[in-house]
């Protein structure tokens, strides 16, 4: 299976004026113990990390340190997700007809995961891992004023790994730059096009690290997990 890591973003929320993904978490950065992860599974045999160059070279460090043997791309990402993944596409080898898509910033993603969504997109050609939402969750207007309260059971929140048809995907993004339309993950490009998107079984330990308080819970989560 093809996998694209979307590492690009910046640390603005994470306070930190370099790109979060290579803070230090336990003796190692954010972004090795996501490749870590993701080698960790048998059924990833390529890896396309999409990062800015000014970064390339601790990539390059990082890389060298978890001594891999898959081979591994160095991508140039954009200036949002939804560019950088769709760069990350075009980096794509030609024979790719499929490709897991997982957030450099979800560094708690256990190989098993990686092996499920590779599993269920031999089904589907649209997948993400998700959790059933433990909130209720409201919707407001511009004042902050309640408009609805969705049925929790219908709610998920969703994660990445996604997996997806690599053909049907490119469609999607260049559906979304010609119609200027701006997402966060790319299911939500997919149910644009009117394209199935089936949820996997997700992990409840596979947050995104964003804020500070993230990195005290990845460490807590991690140490547990020796
Ligand atoms: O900012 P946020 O954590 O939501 O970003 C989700 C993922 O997308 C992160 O792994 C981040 O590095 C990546 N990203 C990217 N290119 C951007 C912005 C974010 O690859 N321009």
Redesign the pocket.
Known sequence: MYLLI????SGRRMGSNRNK?LLNLLGQSIIGWTIKAATESNRIDWIGI?SQPDDWQDFENILGELNLDKPVKLIK?????Q??VYNGLGALPSQAEQVLIH???RCLATPSLFDSCTETLGRTSGLIAAVPVKDTIKVVNDNNIIQSTPDRRQLWAAQTPQGFDVKLLKQCHQEAVSKGWEVTDDAALFEKCGLEVLIVPGEESNL?I?TPQDLAIAEFILKNRK
Do not use: F
């Open positions: 979307p590492a690009a973003g993904l999409i990402g954009g200036s949002t997700r560019e950088s957030d450099g910033a995104k964003t």
